[in-house]
């Protein structure tokens, strides 16, 4: 009988070490413990371990083969089992668990045997350009047994003898998989073909589509400051700005080159993995177009003809000369009518009228008079009882564009409505679509009269005989019995295209929205088609109109009586008086109003909700919600 001892640092940890050493189960190891020792710095088992008995049967594992050798006189036979994936046979028969085994015993062992596989990726990139390829290549293992030394008790192990890899992907195969998948186009084959040989874990670009190439638009290059005539305003800080600077008009002299057009080139359609072609982005040619004062050379230049202001308007490049009145416009200098640019260094005295084709700069006071600007129009001094419009025609066809933003939103609700009557048999089945119209546009919808009505009023605006498209369907599907003759509702969709095409029509020949710079006005009517800015004490009982933004920027200016609309946004430091003068502040649908300091009887309006203020408050907030409903966000004075 020999003996092996084990030392380690739990029972389970010896019995561990001895089972692999004798490549025997825990069942079959016969152990004593020598020494257990547990310490606050020390802890360790010592086993002492039977080995096997001299004249027990014998067996072991050799260059794969199982070998035994039979007991001796009074002792026991060697015992074997199978590990896992081993599959045992003795004398043909398949054994499952232990068995006692002698040399003259025929012993055979198989295992489990995995195909050997090869696999291939393919990736899309989301543009259909570009596709990647990666291989994997998975081995057949082949398996035998682990050699053991003797023992009576052995589990036969298996280990990998050999592996066996399967043959590499060849180009044709790869070409194969993709055309199976639709790939056709930009195969790289000396790519692949590389990769194949060489491998790598980031694969390979197996095919290339073309992306397509636009074509380079012409570009129009502006030896000006085309938005000069802008002024831009921080609406983060208006307290800061000095909007009583003077403003520096751009002048050209003659000869100067005013613009030069860069002709693009031409693209090419292009073509993704899969053969099909992508069409490149074909752009217009642009051309230049010139007006009054300048001319084109050598076809993609233009040269100033006269000294004065250039522009542009609806791409159109045009020079206009500045007017200059050295001292005031009266009797002596008659009223003014000018193309260009005017600047008066003096006033504007009592029933004078200025009309410019561009911007407006007055240096003192406008009294009882007229003045009207394409341009901006700037006055350093007062204005009393007078008119002023800044943006000509814009002016009018922003209120047209209004008009039929209206009419569409209007006409959307009315098709709703008779959709709901039809949907509820609300007024009976025998009403026909365009008795329900007749019958709303009566009762419900009472205004579309007034607001068709505006409409055909703008459009006397247009110095042309023909009817217009919108004009033309009003009459006959809305105005007096007409809505009877409307067999389906659907029809008055056309209505809504029209007035669409139409606001299209006149946004496209809107110029850059202009500006008025001014002071003080009394008993006035200001109007911009951009935005009116107060750089002094504000406003009293005057009508404001502006269709972007109404600022004043002095902390102690007032608005005092009259109206005030804007469409975006009006900002006021103190509204009203202490005694209640009646004052009104609108803005559009989406508009914001800012007020420090409002007195009672200042009625709010955004997009048609009003409120009037009954008490005097102050850090006033008024908008619509998500709703739609007014809200006006105050603290009290």
């Known amino acids: ?108 062992c198989s295992f489990d045997q995995s195909e050997s596989q090869r696999f291939i990726d393919v990736k899309v990139a989301e543009n259909k350009l570009e596709c990647k390829i990666f291989v994997r290549y998975v081995p057949m293992k082949k398996y035998k047994l682990i050699d053991s030394p003797e023992s009576n008790i052995l589990v036969l192990r298996r280990e990998v003898g050999e ?3 399967p043959p590499k992907f060849t180009l044709d195969e790869v070409k194969a998989e993709l055309q199976k998948l639709g790939v056709v186009y930009g195969i790289q084959e000396n790519e692949i073909r590389n990769y194949l040989e060489n491998g790598g874990e980031e694969g390979v670009v197996a095919a290339k589509g073309e992306p397509a190439v636009d074509d380079t638009e012409d570009v129009i290059k502006y030896k000006f400051d085309i938005e000069d005539k802008s002024i831009k305003y921080d609406d983060s800080n208006y307290d800061n700005i000095d909007y009583r600077d003077a403003k520096v008009i751009a002048c050209v002299k003659k000869g100067d080159v005013l613009a030069e057009r860069i002709p693009g080139t031409e693209g090419k359609d292009g073509k993704d993995i ?6 490149k982005k074909n752009f217009r040619k642009k051309f230049l177009r010139v007006g009054n004062g300048c001319k084109i050379v050598n076809d993609n230049t233009v040269v100033s003809e006269i000294d004065g202001r250039p522009y542009v308007k609806s791409n159109i490049i045009s020079v206009k000369e500045m007017y200059e009145v050295p001292g005031d416009v009266n009797i002596k200098t008659g009223n003014i009518k000018f193309i260009g640019d005017v600047k008066i260094y003096g006033a504007v005295t009592e029933g004078m009228t200025i009309e410019s084709g561009g911007i407006v700069e007055i240096m003192k006071n406008v009294e009882n008079s007229n003045v009207s600007a394409v341009g901006d129009i700037i006055i350093k001094g007062n204005i009393l009882g007078s008119n002023i419009s800044a943006g000509g025609d814009d ?10 933003e209206s009419f569409i939103n209007h006409m959307t609700s009315l098709m709703e409505a008779v959709a709901q009557l039809k949907k509820f048999n609300l007024l009976g089945y025998s009403k026909e679509d365009g008795e329900i119209i007749k019958h709303l546009l009566e009762t419900k919808y009472k205004f579309m009269n007034k607001i068709c009505l505006n409409i055909i009023k703008d459009f006397m605006c247009d110095d042309i005989d023909s009817d217009d498209r919108i004009i033309t369907l009003i009459r006959q599907r809305l105005v007096g019995m007409a809505p009877l003759a409307i067999k389906n509702y659907g029809v008055l969709n056309e209505l809504i295209q029209a007035a669409k095409a139409k606001i299209a029509e006149l946004k496209d020949n809107l110029a850059l929205p202009v500006n008025v710079n001014i002071s003080y006005c009394q008993d006035s009517t200001v109007k911009s088609s951009g935005d009116i800015i107060f750089t002094g004490k504000g406003e009293y009982i005057s009508n404001i109109t502006a269709y972007r933004k109404i600022i004043f920027t002095m902390p102690n200016s007032v608005v005092r009586g009259g109206e005030l609309y804007a469409g975006e946004e009006i900002r006021c430091k103190n509204v009203g008086s202490p005694r209640g003068v009646a004052t009104k502040i609108a803005v559009g649908e989406k508009g914001h109003i800012w007020i420090a ?20 408050s102050r850090s006033i907030h008024a908008y619509q919600d998500s709703k739609g409903d007014l809200v006006v966000d105050k603290l009290k004075l």
């Open 274 to 279: 899969y053969g099909r072609v992508i069409k």
């Open 1 to 108: 009988m020999s003996v092996k001892q084990y030392k380690g640092a739990s029972l389970d940890e010896c019995i561990k070490m001895a089972c692999s050493e004798l490549n025997i189960s825990q069942d079959s190891l016969k152990y004593t413990i020598v020494e257990e020792k547990k310490t606050l710095l020390k802890k360790y088992v010592v086993i002492s371990v039977d080995m096997n008995d001299e004249k027990d049967g014998k067996v072991s594992v050799k260059n794969g083969v199982v070998i035994v050798k039979d007991p001796e006189e009074g002792g026991k036979p060697a015992i074997i089992s199978a590990g896992k994936g081993v599959y045992l046979k003795v004398n043909g028969v398949n054994v499952n668990g232990k068995v006692e085994v002698y040399a003259k015993d025929e012993i055979s």
């Open 395 to 404: 002016v009018i066809a922003l209120k047209r564009i209004d008009d039929l």
């Open 597 to 616: 300091v409002a007195y009672q009887n200042t009625k709010l309006s955004v997009g048609g909700r009003e409120m009037i203020l009954d008490s005097p």
């Open 163 to 165: 592996e066996v890899m």
